[in-house]
Nanobody
Framework: QVQLVETGGGLVQAGGSLRLSCAASGRTFGTYAAAWFRQAPGKEREFVAVLNWSGSSTSVADSVKGRFTISRDNAKNAVYLQMNILKPEDTAVYYC?????????????????WGQGTQVTVSS
């Protein structure tokens, strides 16, 4: 079992930065792929970024490419999302997710473990 807890959300002005953290429990987390998703009010949950167990392979959504970076520290059982040049349309609840493999579907249903989410609000 893997449990995930996100922190680091908040209110920021457009153009600013935030760093989200996802703390994981479970001895096997270091072998899992991890991802960030987000869900804005009235919209479906959407993929943001994913990385493999070592962090050597990553993929980010086109909407955040060049602005967001996903990384991990397996010694700390943690995954991070560095968000720069934030825009009002980045406003959403951000979720950390994990599964045992990298690659394949990037839909929410394809991930087995989820955190409770952290709110990010970007003001214009």
């Amino acid at each position: 079992q893997v449990q995930l807890v996100e922190t680091g959300g908040g209110l920021v002005q457009a153009g600013g930065s935030l760093r989200l953290s996802c703390a994981a429990s479970g001895r096997t987390f270091g072998t899992y792929a991890a991802a960030w998703f987000r869900q804005a009010p009235g919209k479906e949950r959407e993929f943001v970024a994913v990385l493999n167990w070592s962090g050597s392979s990553t993929s980010v959504a086109d909407s955040v490419k060049g602005r967001f970076t996903i990384s991990r520290d397996n010694a700390k059982n943690a995954v991070y999302l560095q968000m720069n040049i934030l825009k009002p349309e980045d406003t959403a609840v951000y979720y950390c997710a994990a599964r045992s493999y990298y690659g394949g579907s990037l839909t929410p249903m394809a991930f087995d473990y989820w955190g409770q989410g952290t709110q990010v609000t970007v003001s214009s």
